[in-house]
């Protein structure tokens, strides 16, 4: 039973003759009294104890989620810096690469460049072999039927009258084209 108002008002202490008190009936409601209130007293302190407890656990609570928070902040900030870390050195090596790119596509143009320079020579160089070849073998050409037409054709086999005429019109054609250019 707990001290309160309503055990309070529930103690009835007959009157003995209508004068006194039964004194019995007074020690054992007195001592009722005192053993909840030794109850009460025990219980108050056990709850002080554990307010006491919850509140260090609080503050510990509190350190601990103070702590959390420095630690995340850290490691936010750890990670931030490691990113423009990052960032930093894939700028820096963009920039190697697009100078090396750069630099490789100036070369290659520049090559390009000479060569298309150098193609004209070239080509002058490969059509003057050319027609230094043309004319020797027309000159070969050219002694071999001067040679055919001097030898003597067998009396069976007459050369064509127009053969000498053909020679020359096909000399005279190698010949402009050699001198075309």
Known sequence: MAL???YF???NIDLVKKKYYNANKVEA???DIKRQAL???RENELLGRQLYALHGQKDEIGDT???AKAIAQQIIADAQTQAEKILTEAKRLSREM???AERNCREANAEAEAQRREMPQRLGELEQRLRVQLLGMMEDLSGELRSFSEAEAP???AAPDDLSDKVDAIARELEAIG???
């Open 179 to 181: 001198t075309e250019d």
């Open 155 to 157: 009396a069976d086999e």
């Open 39 to 41: 109850l009460l007293n």
């Open 29 to 31: 409601v007195l001592d």
């Open 9 to 11: 008002d529930a103690i």
């Open 98 to 100: 697009t100078a090396e």
């Open 65 to 67: 989620l103070l702590s």
């Open 4 to 6: 309160d108002q309503a």
